[in-house]
Nanobody, 115 residues
Framework: QVQLVESGGGLVQPGGSLRLSCAAS????????MGWYRRAPGKQRELVAR???????NYADSVKGRFTISKDNAKNTVDLQMNSLKPEDTAVYYC?????????WGQGTQVTVSS
């Protein structure tokens, strides 16, 4: 049974930083593509960042230069470091795993950027 458990969300002021973490179990983590998606109020879920099995990364244009995705194959974790946060980054952030087309989701963690 695949489980993805996110942590690290919360309330932060504009310009601040947060680090999200996702702990994966029940999956061949090292050969999976891991990603972070988000859904803002009234909007569709969108890709934020993704890291492949060979550590190739992709980012949404809106977060390039501010967010960094990383993974630890020994710990089966994938993190999202978010810097210079903006109010428009407010959303529920979801961890995602893609193992040869088999897709798994975490339950999500709320990130709110507000003064």
């Amino acid at each position: 049974q695949v489980q993805l458990v996110e942590s690290g969300g919360g309330l932060v002021q504009p310009g601040g930083s947060l680090r999200l973490s996702c702990a994966a179990s029940g999956i061949f983590f090292s050969i999976s593509t891991m990603g972070w998606y988000r859904r803002a109020p009234g909007k569709q879920r969108e890709l934020v960042a993704r890291i492949t099995s060979d550590s190739t990364t992709n980012y949404a244009d809106s977060v390039k230069g501010r967010f960094t995705i990383s993974k630890d194959n020994a710990k089966n974790t994938v993190d999202l470091q978010m810097n210079s946060l903006k109010p428009e980054d407010t959303a529920v952030y979801y961890c995602n795993a893609d193992l040869f087309g088999n897709i798994y989701w975490g339950q999500g963690t709320q990130v709110t950027v507000s003064s």
